[in-house]
């Protein structure tokens, strides 16, 4: 059962556009939001993350929206760079308080110069 | 940011032999450590969650008698993969938290067992 679902295995945006990669829950409990890259044979590095009590965070290129009802968030990259190209992961976390992450299926992002 | 080291980076083992995989955090006191695994193309996966001193909880379905965990101090944890086999192939992921807003990952251990 994918709690956490990224529904886009992969996309492809020119450089200096916009990148929107979004992401879909299913779990009420879940109130904190993140957002990761990963590179090839790396770990996973922190982008931004939200908090249920937001709709938007925004940290220098990249914003977050949640959309609580509809159960929904993206990420928004712009302009997008090519050193942007790598999977990104969406991660949840319930209220429990116990740190524990479920992480989406990841996208795959390519920026073409 | 805070730093957390994995060693090795890369095994290959034999089946049926057991491996170690430690997970350090070089600048921050990691009061949990979790363990993650990831097969190609798929999400990573929380296999097992452990406070310092104290036993590791397992995910439906991660045999604890084979995936032994210890956390002995706060910047140290250990992942043991014991009778290993093909299909624990994977890429393994530790991450350290000292809060919420402080989580941060290893670069990952390949293990191959053939």
């Known amino acids: 059962d994918q709690q956490v679902k990224q529904n886009s295995p992969s996309l492809s945006v020119q450089e200096g556009r916009i990148s929107i990669l979004n992401c879909d829950y299913t779990n009420s409990m879940f109130d904190y939001f993140l957002w990761y890259k990963k590179y090839p044979a790396e770990g996973p590095t922190f982008l931004i993350s939200i908090s249920s009590i937001k709709d938007k965070n925004e940290d220098g290129r990249f914003t977050v929206f949640l959309n609580k009802s509809a159960k929904h968030l993206s990420l928004h990259i712009v302009p997008s760079q090519p050193g942007d190209s790598a999977v990104y992961f969406c991660?949840?976390?319930?209220?429990?308080?116990?740190?524990?992450?479920?992480f989406g299926t990841g996208t795959r992002l390519t920026i073409i110069p | 940011g805070a730093v957390v080291s994995q060693h090795p980076s890369w095994v290959i083992c034999k089946s049926g032999t057991s491996v170690k995989i430690e997970c350090r955090s070089l600048?921050?006191?990691?009061?949990?450590m979790f363990w993650y695994r990831q097969f190609p193309k798929q999400s990573l996966m929380l296999m097992a969650t452990?406070?310092?001193?104290?036993?590791?909880?397992?995910e439906q379905g991660v045999e604890k008698d084979k995936f032994l965990i210890n956390h002995a101090s706060l910047t140290l944890s250990t992942l043991t993969v014991t009778s290993a086999h093909p299909e624990d192939s994977s890429f393994y992921i530790c991450s350290g938290t000292s809060g919420r807003n402080r989580r941060f990952f290893g670069p990952g251990t390949r293990l191959t067992v053939l």
């Open positions: 991660a949840a976390s319930e209220l429990s308080g116990n740190e524990k992450l479920t």
């Open positions: 600048d921050f006191q990691a009061t949990t």
């Open positions: 452990s406070n310092e001193g104290s036993k590791a909880t397992y």
